[in-house]
């Protein structure tokens, strides 16, 4: 799978491109190479302003909802600051792509603010210089911190519906969040509930170094704080409204996955159209949508009868001037809580959502509404709405203890004395670190290996042996990898890599291609593996590294590169894949080194030798290695042969012959990387329930042999 980026304007905005546009965008040849090296060339700029462009210590740059608006936490932070003479010394940039934004046109006057396209020359420019950046979602594949600079990610709201690996769908979703986390030094937290969701949804408990900030959301700030009446104003000079009657908002969620948002602009039409039609004359209906669908209905002609707020009005303000509030599985009614309103849960889709997406709450329990399944209902429930705040209160009341027990109007000024002044400690924590020797494995596609069942089995036994396992697994991944990933412990951490364009453009992290003339050539450079690691793992240390991907690799040279207390590299089962220079480079920056096969290891140590002398070669052979465990693994399980009974006979001399082969004929039986190559058993045992019992037997006997 090959990723580019597609530059509109050339030098000012860069958007990533998906697999569809890319193969249409690669058949203008001509086209395609100029965008592709103007895309090189954008994240070269990055790379080099990290290099040579101090930090700016008074300079912060606000990114919100992925450069769409002005809104939310980022928001709440900024007004706090720009008002405050504590920080009349800080100049501020925002990332914005809407020049049209009226939060724009107020504060562009400002000196001490600035306005940047996401992805122009003057992003990259700020992203690697300013010294504090706060986003409410990620930023882009191509960022990675720098030392010194202090990075505040926010979130976006506590989470009823699933996240990262927790959610239903496709795997792999989160692995950019994933990465934003590892290098945000503060997440700021409405609740440790939301905290926990996001570090375990994530796969980063026990690699996760920063600091938890649970003191509130600043943007709920802008709710309690926001004039009813002055809003209502507000928002009827941007919306066709009648002041005179009651607001209600309909505010649903998205649906679909990430990079596939699925269009409900149709869907969320008919139920506007359907509950106006039995609207009581007291309220007037107003449609907020989010901002993953607004594209998809902004300009549709058949809202002309619905009162659709424009994107860039900030959501907690809006809620100040809502009466009642129509949502369904949205974190908004978190927010709308504090101001002890009624909320109506239209939930139409309610078991295909539980069924694709998946909720942190059941519904029946736990939401401070009426749970209706069509605009009848929802109509019905409006005419109700002073019964549903007495009826619902008790729920309402214990969900903000849980919840919302930070709601107070003043978590702005909570975080910001946290993080600017180092002040209240009360409010923050830091996970428990893992004392457990970390390590970390590089592995191919299992969907493209013919070794996955092994090497599933393998990564489980390193964490049941008391590791903290760590994989890097591929970027894109298929109902085949999915299979085998399921199979992991679950306690294993799991990041994926994403697909960043700039791999060959890092500070020359790739030297020349490899050359024979050139013994000692240096696949990748020190400077450089450190690097890209840290583009993954900024500042996290480890252990152990494993690398199970074969051939040469990306992250095998970041290994070799990277000191290690142990090094371990698994060879590709193509006997032809390695000539003398580069076995060479692989013994002096791998502790160990495992061949699939007796063959290949006597024809590698032969080289070896000739070339390098009788040195410890570290070289290892699966099949050499199981012939050796194999007597004290009959006498460890004679035990299971002699109380099984019927079982045995039921698999006959088929098995006894398959356990005679793998203890006597190795050489034969284990020419290549199989399933067998670490099982002393055959399939036929797996009935009998011995299955994973040798299995694990001769596992973990390797692996004490390659870590220890």
């Not at 700021?188 to 980063?204: G, K, N, Q, W």
């Not at 736990?366 to 002073?386: H, K, M, S, W």
């Not at 580069?582 to 080194?593: A, G, T, V």
Request: include cysteine; hydrophobic fraction near 35%.
């Amino acid at each position: 799978m090959r990723y580019t980026i597609e530059v509109k304007g050339f030098r000012d905005e860069v958007t990533l491109m998906n697999k569809k546009t890319y193969i249409a965008f690669r058949k203008n040849i001509k086209l395609g190479k100029n965008l592709f090296k103007k895309s090189i060339w954008l994240v070269k700029k990055y790379e080099n302003y990290k290099k040579v462009k101090p930090i700016d210590n008074h300079l912060i740059l606000f990114e919100s909802y992925q450069a769409t608006r002005m809104s939310g936490n980022p928001l709440a932070i900024f007004e706090e600051m720009i008002t405050n003479p504590e920080y009349k010394d800080f100049r501020f940039v925002w990332v914005l792509n809407d020049d049209d934004n009226p939060y724009k046109k107020i504060y562009e006057k400002d000196k001490r603010v600035s306005f940047c396209r996401a992805h122009s020359l003057k992003f990259v420019k700020y992203l690697s210089t300013a010294k504090y950046l706060v986003n409410n979602k990620t930023f882009p594949y191509y960022f990675a911190k720098r030392d010194g600079q202090i990075y505040i990610n926010t979130w976006h709201g506590i989470p009823l519906k699933t996240l990262g690996k927790q959610q239903k769908g496709a795997m792999g979703q989160y692995k950019n969040v994933c990465r934003n986390y590892l290098h945000a030094d503060y997440l700021v937290m409405p609740d440790r509930f939301t905290a926990d969701i996001l570090i375990d949804s994530c796969d980063i408990r026990t690699l996760y170094q920063g600091t938890i900030v649970d003191a509130g959301y600043p943007r709920v700030d802008n709710t309690l704080n926001t004039d009813y009446q002055e809003m209502r104003k507000f928002l009827a000079d941007c919306v066709d409204i009648d002041l005179s009657k009651k607001l209600v908002l309909y505010a649903p969620t998205w649906r679909g996955e990430v990079g596939n948002t699925l269009d409900t602009s149709e869907q969320i039409i008919k139920h506007l159209v359907d509950i106006t039609k039995g609207l009581s004359d007291e309220y007037a209906l107003v449609l907020k949508i989010h901002d993953r669908t607004y594209e998809n209905i902004q300009n549709n002609d058949k809202l002309c009868k619905i009162k659709n707020v424009p994107d860039w009005i900030d959501t907690n303000k809006l809620l100040a001037a809502i009466d009642v509030l129509i949502t369904d599985y949205s974190s908004i009614y978190f927010d709308y809580l504090c101001l002890k309103r009624p909320i109506i849960f239209f939930v139409y889709d309610r078991e295909e959502y539980e069924r694709t997406r998946g909720l942190y709450f059941s519904l029946d329990t736990f939401v401070p509404g009426p749970l209706c399944y069509t605009p009848d209902e929802v109509n019905q429930a409006l005419r109700n709405n002073i019964k549903l705040q007495s009826e619902y209160e008790q729920i309402a009341n214990q969900i903000q203890l849980k919840h919302c027990y930070n709601d107070d109007g003043n978590s702005t000024k909570r975080v910001l004395d946290i993080i600017m002044n180092r002040k209240k400690e009360r409010y923050i924590y830091k996970l428990t670190p893992d004392a457990r020797p970390r390590v970390l494995i590089n592995t191919p596609a299992f969907a493209d290996s013919q070794n996955a069942f092994t090497f599933v089995n393998m990564i489980n036994s390193i964490e049941n042996e008391g590791y903290n396992v760590i994989l890097l697994y591929c970027t894109v991944v298929t109902s085949r990898d999915e299979y085998y990933l399921k199979k992991l412990n679950p306690e294993i951490n799991v990041i994926y890599r994403v697909p960043v364009p700039h791999r060959k453009v890092i500070d020359a992290m790739l030297s020349k291609p490899y050359s024979k003339k050139k013994k000692n050539s240096v696949y990748i450079s020190e400077d450089a593996a450190r690097k890209y690691r840290l583009h993954y793992f900024p500042h996290i240390e480890f252990d152990i590294a494993i690398d199970l991907g074969g051939k040469f690799n990306l992250w095998q040279f970041i290994m070799a590169r990277t000191e290690f207390k142990k090094k371990v590299v698994f060879l590709d089962a193509n006997k032809n894949s390695y000539d003398v220079d580069q076995l060479i480079y692989l013994k002096q920056n791998f502790d160990c080194i495992v061949c699939p096969s007796v063959e290949m290891y006597e024809r590698y140590q032969n080289l070896l030798e000739r070339t390098s002398g009788k040195a410890e070669l570290k070289l290892l052979a699966l099949p050499v290695l199981f012939e050796k465990y194999s007597k004290n693994l009959k006498q460890d399980l004679a035990s299971y042969f002699s109380s099984v009974g019927d079982l045995v006979k039921n698999h006959g001399d088929s098995s006894e012959q398959n356990f005679h082969n793998a203890d006597i004929e190795a050489d034969h039986e284990y020419q290549s990387w199989s399933q067998e190559a670490l099982m002393p058993l055959t399939e036929a045992f797996s009935d009998a329930g011995w299955y994973n019992e040798q299995n694990q037997y001769f596992i973990n006997k390797f692996i004490k042999l390659i870590t220890e």
